[in-house]
């Protein structure tokens, strides 16, 4: 998975391929600064670009509306020349039933609508960069077969199956599908054990036992643990501090912002975020040379993990059978911290990404809830 990493997102050029000049634009304004962009007018002129700079480009954006031929048309023609390209349409809701109906026309890696969820179009983009990557690494690979894009795309599918299944079944409360979210999307919808050949059943069987089995095994723990108090403030860096005791590789940066509170009281507080500092530490130990620095940001704190890529909304973490206790620490950590209102997300940094917590006295769990799936959701397309 290291080796998806190596390519940055702008490796090889974004064609996006639109009849309205302020679309383009627009998106040349909201992207210039993540990816190298060429542009083009109509499908022609977009074909013409293609054949011209082919080995320069990883990935096609086009309208499906367009003068002379269809998005889907355009596509066509490039998946009959390169089908390693990653081709995304663009369409307004209006042209969506058409649109769908065409996508194995021009085999499309997925569909956005009019007008874009400009955060969601962002990831859309990334992934479909690391789509690219894995392409053109499989291609360099030897008749052995070392890197099976198919296994990488369906492993994430069956992943969030399983899922989804266990978390229906096994769960009636909202946090325990946002903190499922926020688990996948940190390690980045990879499964539980690799290598050989893969039974996709029996992968699926056993992911939805693993995730069955955590939920299970943490209802007790949530339904006894004790309620914060807003009336009861404690400092974040204060209950931080008492909850990573003892867990190596952690360390809180001395000097950041601590101007607000969280729920408390302190001690409360602290019991809430141990589990959560103690899977980190666990997590590390498992990567050599990995470290977590925690960063207070007025009524947040922020983990920057190095050592290990943390890029492109994926945890880099070890997946065979023996990390499987892990995994399951990591997820019921991610439970109990939502269970007592915080909230966990992934954001960019300078390092790459980090895991942000927060605690927020007015939000409700039907937001927070579904501003997790929907990153999610975004992550696992």
């Not at 539980?192 to 723990?221: I, M, P």
């Not at 141990?274 to 980190?280: I, Y």
Request: charged fraction near 20%; hydrophobic fraction near 40%.
């Amino acid at each position: 998975m290291s080796d998806t990493n190596a390519l940055n997102s702008k490796s090889y050029y974004v064609l996006f391929v639109d009849d309205e000049e302020k679309t383009r634009k627009a998106f040349t304004r909201l992207f210039q600064d993540e990816f190298k962009i060429l542009l083009a007018g109509d499908g022609a002129e977009g074909f013409e670009v293609f054949m011209e700079r082919q080995d320069e480009i990883g990935v096609i954006i086009t309208d499906q509306k367009m003068p002379r031929e269809t998005g889907v048309q355009f596509l066509a023609k490039v998946a009959a020349v390169d089908e390693d390209v990653v081709r995304i349409l663009s369409t307004a809701y209006a042209e969506l039933d058409a649109a769908v109906a065409g996508v194995n026309e021009g085999g499309i890696y997925r569909y956005v609508t009019k007008p874009w969820d400009v955060p969601e179009l962002e990831i859309t983009l990334r992934r479909a960069m690391e789509l690219f990557s894995l392409r053109k690494q499989q291609a360099s690979h030897d008749s052995t077969g070392s890197l099976d894009v198919d296994s990488v795309l369906l492993n994430q599918r069956v992943t969030g199956l399983a899922f989804s299944q266990a978390a229906a079944s096994e769960t009636d409360r909202p946090h325990g599908i946002r903190a499922g979210a926020i688990f996948l999307a940190m390690l980045g919808w990879q499964g539980l054990g690799e290598g050989g050949e893969v039974d996709w059943v029996a992968r699926y069987q056993t992911q939805s036992k693993f995730f069955r089995t955590v939920f299970r095994e943490s209802a007790a723990t949530l339904e006894s643990q004790g309620t914060l108090d807003w009336s009861r403030p404690a400092p974040p860096s204060a209950a931080i501090q008492a909850a990573a005791i003892g867990c190596d590789g952690i360390t809180l940066k001395a000097g950041g912002s601590d101007s607000t509170v969280w729920p408390g009281p302190a001690p409360l507080l602290a019991e809430a975020l141990r589990p959560l500092m103690v899977a980190f530490s666990n997590m590390l130990s498992q990567l050599p040379g990995g470290s977590c620095e925690i960063r207070t940001n007025f009524n947040t704190v922020d983990f920057h993990f190095s050592g290990f890529p943390l890029k492109n909304g994926q945890l880099i973490l070890a997946t065979d059978p023996d990390s499987t206790p892990v995994l399951a620490s990591l997820l019921q950590a991610c439970l109990q911290v939502e269970a007592s209102g915080g909230h966990l997300s992934i954001l960019r940094s300078g390092e790459g990404l980090a895991i942000r917590l927060g605690f927020e006295e007015n939000s409700t769990e039907e937001e927070v809830g579904l501003a997790a799936v929907k990153q999610l959701t975004a992550m696992g397309q």
